[in-house]
């Protein structure tokens, strides 16, 4: 499975932006697309996670301010960032679990990972 997080960019406090993360390859069924972020000098962190019946969870700095949403038809997720922070500034992952459907916030649970898109809020 191939993953292809993009949409990251620069913007200012209070903006938004939406990042898809592309799922290719192997036909591998998804059961979970997770969101995760490290920013500079801090741990990796979970962000939001979906699971195949659209069944979602947030990390409670994100919630009211982020959702995540999925286009099976397109084996795509989106993580549409709203009311942005400087402290959102990170490099944003997208990761998916192949082999089992518990929704997990755990990074270690997940078997595939994508190669990260840096989003950066300014004050």
């Known amino acids: 499975v191939q993953l292809q997080a993009s949409g990251g960019g620069l913007v200012q406090a209070g903006g938004s932006l939406r990042l898809p993360c592309a799922a290719s390859g192997r036909a591998l069924r998804i059961y979970v697309t997770g969101w995760f972020r490290r920013a500079p000098g801090k741990e990796r962190e979970f962000v939001a996670a979906?699971?195949?019946?659209?069944?979602?969870t947030l990390a409670d700095s994100v919630k009211g301010r982020f959702t995540i949403s999925g286009d099976g038809a397109k084996n795509t997720v989106f993580l549409q960032m709203n009311s942005l922070k400087p402290e959102d500034t990170a490099v944003y992952y997208c990761a998916v679990r192949t082999r089992t459907w518990e929704l997990t916030t755990d990074a270690g649970d997940y078997d595939y990972w994508g190669q990260g898109t840096q989003v950066t809020v300014s004050s």
């Open positions: 979906i699971k195949w019946d659209g069944d979602t």
